[in-house]
């Protein structure tokens, strides 16, 4: 009744191209947008900035690099733990080389390196594919990880081998640190997750996105029509990997502020941000985003509900919280096992015709 | 799919959501614990847990408090992972009525994390005897408490041991040190320490990491059996100890030839291996077992009102009493915090007052019932480790129990001094901390 494209006549090819050509969805993602820059950052506090949204929103990016990968071009990668940590590394020592430099542009070339570095471990996937490419991504995962704990440089010979975020000022405003406020570091990392989701969503709009998807569906008569598998793959472990190198900078930078290689970048890190995109629906923008909403969030309710709600004992709540996360995961995929995205999309078909089905 | 009941599902969890915040009416001494009860680190995280909270009990059911002031004792899971203990620090640090007054991060990575956020929040950190080692720098880390001792200290005092045993500092020349450790940043931290003294009294040192968990250290062990150290450290933790003490015994390495940290020797470290582990060696700052006054006050006061968080039968354990002695020296720096400031509702900043002047000498250990079960513990402005001495004990496989089989070994501070001085420093430029003067 209220969800209906009737009347919504597009006179011109832009109009018909635009990303959300469904005036209610348009105004939808509009209202959330200024809700998440102008309403949330005046009722922000330390726990749901550092706890909630900043995990999230990192978590949504990397996703969304890995979606571009996996579920766009359909190479299957669990490296996305040592990509990040390549995005980490990257900004910590540029930060530590160049302090002047402005914090969006150490962002962008940590990405590049990560790219560089996401490129060369792409290779193998002009080769091999599917599951053998999964064990040659893995080689990344282990190698790099190893590599940022054992070689001094990367860690400023630190005693621990830990890196640490300098404080960094972002046109006067700190973000990084405990004396950032919640809202800057917040209003910072969304406005470059928008900024890359949207850049995202065009890209594979585009006509490098058909190409990496033409090569998902079928890689041999994508070669045929005529695309270049070598130029199609390794663009799409570049564009992946940067993304994943920004997600990963973020991560260390304004998120955490300090981090060891071997707990924060180990291969559960790529497989959380796998379950995000498998859960979130492959090959979509949006999935990347209720994937990390459900694995990051779901979580904390969950923990939250059971011990301030239902006065559970933390050590219970936590062995329970492990188990209705598997539930869930589990029930979530047999009710629709291309993600939630794709349950959006069944919701919002099913709201077309509401309330006359038939 | 019923979307229906998932949204009545989404609408039930939010409504319940605000149910936390309920308050109460008079003041409290919030006291918050990061524990982890899940995970491979959990038969570690578990006693100790067990520990701290059962003091804080006995002590609300026993005294009604702390000067009065009932105690509000809140935990959080963090499953030794940081970004669960991130979540956990944000989510206690502010709880009513008093804020945290002091927080046990119980894990090196989380209290590295805490670290920069201590002084901006105004909550203390007690990591006791682990987190960064240059914290004993009061100069520059104000909020930051990590006595009775480190692991700098206790590198030196384990070295100390071992050169009794081979007839004074001399006998070290020549003989192979190796070190098994967790390889993360609580498992590097005694390496500059042991490496700095390798310079100095010529033995062979070499760092053997494991990469958590810590279940495979088959290459590890037969790294040790080719090449025959003299004398094994270990710096492990959770299920990393149990797989090393068994693998040591499969070797045959003799066993008090083996040392571990004091978080690698408890019943449970030792217990998988059995008859085997009989002579495994661990560093200590206080008693095993549960014969002391206080345990008894907590059996009487918190057991027998079904108030107990564990076993009956495993208070006394290294690890309980390790817990319990850190909720000990937390609640007398509040004590101390509400006789410097006159007030019994103190907060955070009080607190960390209270920290620094900390005295618990052996006079009021034994009015605590804790007499001769570690040492006097004194706090000032610029040494924020205490006195930073650390003993061995053994265990005993047959008696199923660990006795202290040396003397307290004073710190070398001409070989952690420096250390401590320069890391602090490091750590001050890095992050332009002005050192205040003491």
Same mark, same amino acid.
């Given at each position: 009744?209220?969800?209906?494209?009737?009347?919504?006549?597009?006179?011109?090819?832009?109009?018909?191209?635009?990303?959300?050509?469904?005036?209610?969805?348009?105004?939808?993602?509009?209202?959330?947008?200024?809700?998440?820059?102008?309403?949330?950052?005046?009722?922000?506090?330390?726990?749901?900035?550092?706890?909630?949204?900043?995990?999230?929103?990192?978590?949504?990016?990397?996703?969304?690099?890995?979606?571009?990968?996996?579920?766009?071009?359909?190479?299957?990668?669990?490296?996305?733990?040592?990509?990040?940590?390549?995005?980490?590394?990257?900004?910590?020592?540029?930060?530590?080389?160049?302090?002047?430099?402005?914090?969006?542009?150490?962002?962008?070339?940590?990405?590049?390196?990560?790219?560089?570095? =996401?490129?060369?471990?792409?290779?193998?996937?002009?080769?091999?594919?599917?599951?053998?490419?999964?064990?040659?991504?893995?080689?990344?995962?282990?190698?790099?990880?190893?590599?940022?704990?054992?070689?001094?440089?990367?860690?400023?010979?630190?005693?621990?081998?830990?890196?640490? %975020?300098?404080?960094?000022?972002?046109?006067?405003?700190?973000?990084?640190?405990?004396?950032?406020?919640?809202?800057?570091?917040?209003?910072?990392?969304?406005?470059?997750?928008?900024?890359?989701?949207?850049?995202?969503? !065009?890209?594979?709009?585009?006509? &490098?996105?058909?190409?990496?998807?033409?090569?998902?569906?079928?890689?041999?008569?994508?070669?045929?029509? =005529?695309?270049?598998?070598?130029?199609?793959?390794?663009?799409?472990?570049?564009?992946?990997?940067?993304? &994943?190198?920004?997600?990963?900078?973020?991560?260390?930078?304004?998120?955490?502020?300090? %981090?060891?290689? /071997?707990? +924060?970048?180990?291969?559960?890190?790529?497989?959380?941000?796998?379950?995000?995109?498998? &859960?979130?629906?492959? $090959?979509?923008?949006?999935?990347?985003?209720?994937?990390?909403?459900?694995?990051?969030?779901?979580?904390?309710?969950?923990?939250?509900?059971? /011990?301030?709600?239902?006065?559970?004992?933390?050590?219970?709540?936590?062995?329970?919280?492990?188990?209705?996360?598997?539930?869930?995961?589990? #029930?979530?995929?047999?009710?629709?096992?291309?993600?939630?995205?794709?349950?959006?999309?069944?919701?919002?078909?099913?709201?077309?015709?509401?309330?006359?089905?038939? | 799919?019923?979307?229906?009941?998932?949204?009545?599902?989404?609408?039930?969890?939010?409504?319940?959501?605000?149910? #936390?915040?309920?308050?109460?009416?008079?003041?409290?001494?919030?006291?918050?614990?990061?524990?982890?009860?899940?995970?491979?680190?959990?038969?570690?995280?578990?006693?100790?847990?067990?520990?701290?909270?059962?003091?804080?009990?006995?002590?609300?059911?026993?005294?009604? *408090?702390?000067?009065?002031?009932?105690?509000?004792?809140?935990?959080?899971?963090?499953?030794?992972?940081?970004?669960?203990?991130?979540?956990?620090?944000?989510?206690?640090?502010?709880?009513?009525?008093?804020?945290?007054?002091?927080?046990?991060?119980?894990?090196?990575?989380?209290?590295?994390?805490?670290?920069?956020?201590?002084?901006?929040?105004?909550?203390?950190?007690?990591?006791?005897?682990?987190?960064?080692?240059?914290?004993?720098?009061?100069?520059?880390?104000?909020?930051?408490?990590?006595?009775?001792?480190?692991?700098?200290?206790?590198?030196?005092?384990?070295?100390?041991?071992?050169?009794?045993?081979?007839?004074?500092?001399?006998?070290?020349?020549?003989? @192979?040190?190796?070190? /098994?450790?967790? !390889?993360?940043?609580?498992?590097?931290?005694?390496?500059?320490?042991?490496?700095?003294?390798?310079?100095?009294? *010529?033995?062979?040192?070499?760092?053997?990491?494991?990469?958590?968990?810590?279940?495979?250290?088959?290459?590890?062990?037969?790294?040790?059996?080719?090449?025959?150290?003299?004398?094994?450290?270990?710096?492990?933790?959770?299920?990393? !100890?149990?797989?090393?003490?068994?693998?040591?015994?499969?070797?045959?390495?003799?066993?008090?030839?083996?040392? *571990?940290?004091?978080?690698?020797?408890?019943?449970?470290?030792?217990?998988?291996?059995?008859? +085997? +582990?009989?002579?495994?060696?661990?560093?200590?700052?206080?008693?095993?077992?549960?014969?002391?006054?206080?345990?008894?006050?907590?059996? @009487?006061?918190?057991?027998?009102?079904?108030?107990?968080?564990?076993?009956?039968?495993?208070?006394?354990?290294?690890?309980?009493?390790?817990?319990?002695? =850190?909720?000990?020296?937390?609640?007398?720096?509040?004590?101390?915090?509400?006789?410097?400031?006159?007030?019994?509702?103190?907060? =955070?900043?009080?607190?960390?007052?209270?920290?620094?002047?900390?005295?618990?000498?052996?006079?009021?250990?034994?009015?605590?019932?804790?007499? $001769?079960?570690?040492?006097?513990? @004194? &706090?000032?402005?610029?040494?924020?480790?205490?006195?930073?001495?650390?003993?061995?004990?053994?265990?005993?496989?047959?008696?199923?129990?660990? !006795?202290?089989?040396?003397?307290?070994?004073?710190?070398?501070?001409?070989?952690?001094?420096?250390?401590?001085?320069?890391?602090?420093?490091?750590?001050?430029?890095?992050?332009?901390?002005?050192?205040?003067?003491?």
């Amino acid at each position: 009744m209220f969800y209906r494209e009737s009347g919504q006549l597009k006179s011109s090819y832009p109009a018909d191209q635009a990303i959300f050509p469904i005036a209610q969805d348009r105004w939808f993602v509009i209202g959330v947008l200024a809700a998440a820059f102008l309403v949330i950052p005046f009722f922000l506090n330390q726990y749901w900035a550092n706890a909630v949204l900043l995990p999230f929103l990192v978590y949504a990016l990397a996703g969304l690099g890995l979606n571009i990968l996996t579920g766009y071009c359909g190479q299957v990668s669990l490296g996305t733990g040592a990509f990040m940590a390549v995005g980490a590394y990257a900004s910590f020592k540029f930060v530590g080389f160049f302090p002047e430099l402005n914090f969006l542009i150490v962002l962008a070339l940590s990405g590049v390196i990560t790219a560089v570095v =996401g490129m060369i471990f792409g290779l193998p996937s002009l080769r091999i594919k599917g599951f053998y490419l999964a064990v040659a991504t893995l080689a990344a995962q282990f190698f790099l990880v190893w590599m940022f704990n054992k070689v001094g440089w990367f860690y400023d010979y630190n005693l621990t081998g830990m890196i640490t %975020v300098r404080p960094i000022d972002f046109f006067g405003i700190r973000i990084t640190g405990p004396e950032a406020t919640p809202a800057a570091k917040y209003l910072f990392t969304l406005t470059v997750v928008c900024v890359l989701a949207l850049s995202a969503k !065009n890209i594979v709009r585009g006509r &490098i996105g058909r190409e990496w998807m033409a090569i998902r569906d079928m890689d041999i008569a994508a070669e045929l029509i =005529g695309i270049r598998p070598l130029r199609a793959k390794l663009s799409a472990f570049a564009v992946s990997s940067f993304y &994943i190198g920004v997600a990963g900078a973020l991560y260390f930078a304004v998120y955490l502020g300090a %981090v060891e290689p /071997v707990e +924060a970048f180990d291969i559960n890190q790529s497989f959380y941000v796998l379950f995000i995109i498998i &859960i979130g629906g492959l $090959g979509s923008v949006l999935g990347a985003f209720l994937g990390a909403a459900f694995i990051v969030l779901v979580p904390i309710l969950l923990k939250n509900i059971m /011990v301030g709600g239902m006065g559970f004992d933390s050590g219970m709540a936590g062995h329970v919280e492990i188990l209705l996360m598997g539930m869930l995961i589990i #029930f979530f995929l047999i009710v629709e096992p291309h993600g939630l995205a794709r349950l959006w999309q069944i919701a919002k078909e099913k709201l077309r015709l509401w309330p006359f089905p038939h | 799919m019923n979307l229906r009941k998932l949204t009545g599902v989404a609408v039930a969890a939010v409504l319940a959501l605000p149910m #936390f915040a309920s308050g109460a009416n008079a003041y409290e001494l919030v006291i918050p614990t990061l524990d982890y009860r899940t995970g491979p680190y959990a038969p570690n995280g578990i006693p100790v847990a067990n520990g701290f909270t059962d003091y804080l009990n006995m002590l609300n059911e026993r005294d009604g *408090g702390i000067n009065g002031v009932k105690i509000k004792h809140v935990d959080c899971e963090t499953g030794y992972n940081t970004k669960k203990g991130v979540e956990c620090y944000e989510k206690v640090k502010n709880t009513p009525p008093s804020g945290a007054l002091a927080i046990q991060p119980l894990s090196t990575g989380i209290t590295y994390q805490l670290i920069p956020k201590a002084a901006v929040d105004e909550v203390p950190i007690f990591s006791m005897g682990y987190g960064r080692t240059s914290a004993a720098n009061g100069k520059v880390f104000p909020w930051v408490f990590n006595f009775p001792a480190t692991y700098w200290s206790q590198a030196t005092a384990l070295v100390q041991y071992i050169a009794d045993q081979e007839g004074g500092f001399d006998g070290l020349k020549g003989k @192979k040190i190796y070190l /098994v450790y967790h !390889n993360s940043a609580y498992g590097k931290e005694p390496i500059r320490t042991l490496e700095a003294m390798a310079e100095k009294f *010529g033995y062979e040192f070499r760092g053997l990491p494991v990469d958590h968990p810590g279940q495979e250290q088959k290459a590890t062990w037969l790294q040790i059996r080719k090449e025959k150290p003299d004398w094994v450290l270990m710096w492990g933790w959770g299920v990393m !100890n149990q797989v090393a003490i068994k693998e040591a015994a499969s070797i045959r390495y003799p066993m008090d030839h083996f040392i *571990g940290v004091w978080w690698s020797g408890s019943e449970n470290d030792v217990m998988p291996a059995g008859e +085997a +582990a009989d002579g495994y060696l661990s560093g200590a700052f206080h008693a095993p077992g549960g014969g002391f006054p206080v345990h008894d006050d907590i059996r @009487k006061h918190v057991y027998d009102k079904g108030l107990g968080k564990g076993d009956r039968d495993r208070i006394g354990e290294v690890l309980y009493n390790r817990g319990m002695v =850190g909720a000990m020296w937390t609640t007398e720096a509040i004590r101390k915090a509400m006789e410097i400031h006159g007030t019994t509702e103190v907060i =955070g900043k009080h607190v960390r007052d209270g920290f620094e002047a900390l005295d618990v000498d052996e006079v009021r250990l034994e009015e605590l019932g804790l007499g $001769g079960f570690t040492y006097p513990v @004194k &706090i000032t402005c610029e040494n924020h480790e205490g006195p930073g001495k650390v003993a061995v004990q053994q265990w005993d496989a047959k008696a199923k129990q660990w !006795n202290i089989v040396s003397k307290f070994y004073e710190p070398l501070r001409d070989v952690t001094g420096p250390l401590i001085e320069a890391d602090s420093a490091a750590y001050a430029a890095e992050n332009n901390v002005t050192p205040r003067d003491c």
